[in-house]
């Protein structure tokens, strides 16, 4: 028999989870704070979260935050004793600690975790999952938790961890989008499409990519010098982004934060290091 999963919440993600264990022939409960959401075909909806829980060893939580979660959870708190819980939610270090320690006070085992990608790779080979807690209950459920995506990391025994691993790669998401939605702006102004960008977003993001590690490298070093990418070439830039602002009659008000780095960055004497060393300045002084 393979292990029975509850899935709370039915979103989105929740859904395709539903749907990939039942797939791989898991006895599959779900349950949703509100009834709107329709079943996943082939799985069993609770009547209560009561019921939910109690219909599974491992119960997977994919509610919007760690609060929503426990909220959720507390009327159930009695049979989640003995059980494992995993939460796949966005939060923070703060929450997924607060959240270990209630789930403790309960006696039950936790595991953090987070899935970075869209519903529809929930599944799939390579789609990342990574999770936070006690080592040998991720190795006890690791070929269920699999199920979900095939790249699945245990990041540490420290619950918080993948919330610190959540935001601090999160961090990256809306200034990418942002910045290609300015593009689109830009080039649909002049009546192009906003797709003709695509190829050339994708070149460019692979080229991020491939300083990544260097950048990596500088900031575990503490050291800039001999740069790639030198600071004072994005503060020449700063210019470039209010003349295409003004040009594209686009609101590029966005960048500012980032002019402001640049501008002190150069005012201390990093024109020459390189960009990484924009660390020192978002590091706060104690």
């Not at 939605?181 to 491939?210: C, P």
Request: proline fraction near 5%; charge should be negative; glycine fraction near 10%.
């Amino acid at each position: 028999m393979r292990t029975p999963v509850t899935i709370i919440g039915l979103g989105a993600i929740g859904s395709a989870l539903a749907k990939a264990y039942v797939a791989a022939g898991h006895p599959t409960t779900v349950w949703n704070r509100s009834a709107g959401r329709p079943t996943p075909e082939g799985a069993v909806r609770a009547a209560s979260v009561e019921e939910a829980v109690a219909a599974s060893e491992l119960v997977i939580a994919i509610l919007t935050t760690f609060d929503a979660a426990r909220e959720a959870l507390e009327p159930a708190a009695g049979q989640l004793s003995g059980r494992t819980l995993v939460t796949l939610n966005t939060g923070t270090p703060a929450g997924a600690r607060e959240t270990a320690a209630w789930a403790a006070g309960h006696g039950v085992d936790f595991l953090a975790g987070a899935i970075k990608n869209v519903p529809s790779a929930v599944g799939l080979p390579d789609t990342l999952l990574y999770y936070s807690g006690d080592r040998a209950v991720f190795d006890r459920y690791a070929p269920t938790l699999r199920v979900m995506g095939g790249d699945t990391v245990h990041l540490g025994e420290e619950p918080d961890l993948t919330g610190l691993y959540e935001l601090a790669v999160g961090g990256t998401l809306l200034p990418t989008i942002v910045a290609f939605l300015q593009g689109a702006a830009l080039v649909t102004a002049r009546g192009l499409e906003a797709s003709s960008l695509v190829r050339y977003e994708t070149k460019w993001l692979e080229m991020i990519i491939q300083l990544l590690p260097s950048l990596a490298e500088a900031v575990d070093k503490g050291d800039y010098a001999n740069p790639e990418s030198a600071l004072g070439l994005f503060h020449e830039g700063i210019s470039h982004d209010h003349e295409i602002g003004r040009e594209g009659n686009l609101d590029v008000a966005w960048h500012e934060p980032m002019h402001d780095l640049l501008r002190r960055a150069v005012a201390e004497g990093r024109a020459d290091q390189s960009i990484a060393s924009l660390v020192e300045l978002l590091r706060k002084q104690p």
